[in-house]
């Protein structure tokens, strides 16, 4: 049976307790696990290796990617480190897009700066800036789209088709596995920070790594347990929680973002918009035909100068200003000064993060309480 997204979220792991019935698969907390007898151990012995509620949520995790297997970590740093650690020599190139998370971009260039391997930022959008650092023999490229927080666009299929003896590695977490399933587009593995839309709900960090093959997979699982960054049991179970709601919560946020985005088109004050679900959009054809949503995340700038985008801030009611995205609550950040502080002020200008540029995220608020909201904020700045 070909089992939809829908589906796989609300009912996987269900009825799997044998002991009481329990129809949700209950929460394993401890650490250990009694051996059968000497040398006879169970599946599981102890759970920064193994943990049943973690395999639950991994199961669903491959499943929603089409995935052979999912390793969840800590966070999703931790995932982007556990494939660094897990696949890459000292000397191995990296190749990342050049606007990628702001976390993402300091951990791969302090790896670089370290000698854990090399790494080389690029606009991946550029073909011939692409085919021109293929010739450095890159070992992995890790692929980022829609990017944050310019929302450009790669093609994914066409890029993991360049050259076959390349680690693809797509972080998804904008899209989720509900618009966007990389693995099936080409690439070897996907990443996500379950922090945002997987979970849901903004109460709990957590990464995963999926993969499609089985020899990577061994290593990175070897890794995760070495390093010792999996996922918790709370989080596991938390987190499984979050993404039985995964579907309607996503296509929610996106009409939201559908009268939002129609109520910022005739704003004045908005100098520019960014939205892949816009036919104006740069990356309109291509996002047609790796998605089947355009997500509930867009990013305007603001004419004029910094007392406007204060005021502007200050007169929101409904949007709260904070970093992170894809919580049940709208949010509103402020790039330069948050989510991409950590990235050098050049880097941040030749992704094009201008002082005037905010990120919002939409929630599951009603779409005319936020407009409205959003309608005297705009008003203020006149
Ligand atoms: C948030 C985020 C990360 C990092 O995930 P954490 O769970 O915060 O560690 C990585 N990539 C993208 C695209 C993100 O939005």
Redesign the pocket.
Known sequence: MNIKKSTISVRSGLNSDEQHGCVVPPITLSTTYNFFGLNQPRPYDYSRRKNPTRDVAQQTLSDLEYGKSAIMTS????A?YLICSALLEPNDLLIAPYDC?G??YRLLDALNKKGACKVLFIDQSDTQVLLKSLAYKPKLIFI?TPS?PMLRIVDIHTLCNFQKDILYVV?N??MTPVFQNPLILGADLV?H????YLNGHSDL???VVISKDTHISEKLTWWGNTLGITGSAFDSYQLLRGMRTLMPRVYQQQNNTKNIIAFCQKQPQINALYYPGLPTHPGYNIVCKQQSGFGSIFSFELKGAKNVLLQFLRSLKLFTLAE??GGVESLIAHPATMTHAAMPENARKRAGISDMLLRVSVGLEDSDDLITDLEQAFASIQ
Do not use: L, P, W
């Open positions: 966070s999703g740093m931790s982007i998370y976390g993402t980022e944050n972080d977490t904008f990443v920070s379950c922090s945002k960090i957590a990464g992170s995205f």
